[in-house]
């Protein structure tokens, strides 16, 4: 079966940092691009960032653009949001997603983990 | 910034035919999607590239996109059916989603 199971979330001060990993598996993980969404009580679902297949583009929602860094491991099936300079507003679930090849159809979500940014 | 709009919410009676509308500048140019998010679940995808349904979605479900709405049409709906909708299309290279349609079989 397809899966991606996330992990990394839990409780961050402000200001602090925390890095996600999602882990894919039963499918040619390196063939696909990856993304983060988030899901926020205050602006529901939001993209957050999204990798290309050989790890050679990235881009990034403004919100979090030069705080958060997205990267993989196509050796380990792998993907990390590392997560600088948290603020509030980052508290969310976040979701893991996979992209169909072609038109970035995202049609494979992880449960999410949840991140909570409070003092 | 690109905004998708939807209502946000839906009632309909079990059997009756579901429609639910996602608003957006000239939306036909792009290609939308339509995800279904049950409680304490994360989202499903439904439909794709405006009217494509991915393998295990019922017939039931369909999609169209003109002009400047795209609409998920659920026919014979079902209480299984229940939960949250969401559109979705990208935007110069940006996932915009639409603020979710609370779907309500009655």
């Known amino acids: 079966d397809v899966q991606l199971v996330e992990s990394g979330g839990g409780l961050v001060q402000p200001g602090q940092s925390v890095t996600l990993s999602c882990a894919a598996s039963g499918f040619s993980f390196a063939s696909y691009w990856m993304n983060w969404v988030r899901q926020t009580p205050g602006r529901g679902l939001e993209w957050v960032s999204r990798i290309r297949s050989d790890a050679t583009f990235s881009s990034y929602a403004d919100s979090v653009r030069g705080r958060f860094t997205i990267s993989r491991d196509n050796a380990m099936n792998t993907v990390h949001l590392q997560m600088n300079s948290l603020r509030a507003e980052d508290t969310g679930v976040y979701f893991c997603?996979?992209?169909?090849?072609?038109?970035?159809?995202?049609?494979?979500w992880g449960k999410g983990t949840t991140v909570t940014v409070s003092s | 910034s690109y905004d998708l709009t939807q209502p946000p919410s839906v009632s309909v009676s079990p059997g009756q035919t579901a429609t639910i509308t996602c608003s957006g500048e000239e939306l036909t140019e792009k290609n939308v999607c339509w995800f279904r998010q049950r409680a304490g679940q994360s989202p499903l995808l439904v439909i794709y590239?405006?009217?494509r349904r991915p393998s295990g979605i019922p017939e039931r479900f369909s999609g169209s996109n003109s002009g400047n709405t795209a609409t998920l049409s659920i026919t014979g709906t079902q209480a299984v059916d229940d939960g949250v909708y969401f559109c979705q299309a990208w935007d110069s290279g940006i996932a915009v989603f639409g603020g979710g349609t609370r779907l309500t079989a009655l």
């Open positions: 590239q405006d009217f």
């Open positions: 997603v996979r992209s169909l090849v072609g038109d970035g159809t995202m049609d494979v």
